[in-house]
């Protein structure tokens, strides 16, 4: 059990957070009180309108306003029409940025890890301070991290899906 990752931890740029989520622990408590825990092996970070491959790349609308809200806050949508993607709101309001949860340990992939962690649409919305249901914790591991380019974002063009804002633990610790 590790210290739970406070609002400071979000409230700084997603090329911070992004690398540093990295070796934090995803928490989820169970409505019977079981907790599913999964340490988070792999981050992408999106930031700003300018980055074509963020959903605010086109603006401010009802599904991306929640990135241009308050960080450490949960953003997740459906891919493909099934599969809810997780992500954690950074930086200042109205500054949207946010880092894609691409991998666990345990879980290669996003949705994967969204499946296995049981997070939805439901979660939507929800902050992770203070929260009962739903933290990050850290117990001090500090992966060695290795960056490279972010995963399916080819509409993005080759600027902005070549930029290496993916960050992969090295799992030595």
Known sequence: MGRRINADFFHRDVLEVAPDLVGKILVHRMPDGTELRERIAETEAYRGEEDKGCHASKGRTKRTELLYGRSGVIYVYLCYGMHWLMNVITGDTDQPQGVLLRAG?????????????????????????????????????????????????????????????????????
Request: glycine residues 14%; hydrophobic residues 35%.
């Open 105 to 173: 340990e345990r879980y290669d992939g996003p949705a994967k890890l969204t499946k296995n962690m049981k997070i939805d649409g439901s979660f939507n919305g929800k902050s992770l301070l203070g929260n009962e249901e739903i933290w990050f914790e850290d117990d001090g591991a500090r992966p060695i991290i290795r960056t490279a380019p972010r995963v399916g974002i080819d509409y993005a063009g080759d600027h902005w899906k070549a930029i290496e804002w993916r960050f992969i633990s090295g799992g030595e610790y």
